[in-house]
């Protein structure tokens, strides 16, 4: 899950508001997160958790995640990405498209 100091923004929104949105998309953050170069190195080379260089790079992947779900919610349609299974938690549930494949594919071009 990305981080966020301070924030008004309850930590399952990863981008735009949950006043007043028409087209909700929803995300599994974690998947991005492994699929950035950072995460892949810390993979490839058996980083161990806890030290230093893991989580700088952890820092990294993350960033490189938050990044990308705004650069697509800004160039998109959608006006409300969330985590996703946030919307099926509340009663009614609230369907939205899954959007992981199409933000890790713009993830992935940049990358």
Do not use: H
Not at 93 to 108: G, K, M, R, Y
């Amino acid at each position: 899950m990305p981080c966020r100091k301070k924030s008004k923004i309850p930590p399952q929104v990863l981008w735009g508001s949950l006043d007043g949105f028409n087209k909700p998309g929803e995300i599994v953050f974690t998947t991005l997160v492994q699929n950035t170069d950072a995460y892949k190195a810390i993979k490839k080379r058996e980083i161990k958790r806890g030290t230093g260089e893991y989580w700088i790079l952890l820092d990294k992947a993350n960033s490189r995640a938050i990044r990308a779900v705004r650069d697509f919610g800004k160039g998109s349609d959608y006006d409300l990405l969330v985590q996703a299974g946030y919307f099926a938690a509340i009663d009614p549930a609230i369907p939205a498209v899954n959007v992981t494949q199409d933000v890790l594919d713009s993830l992935e071009e940049e990358e």
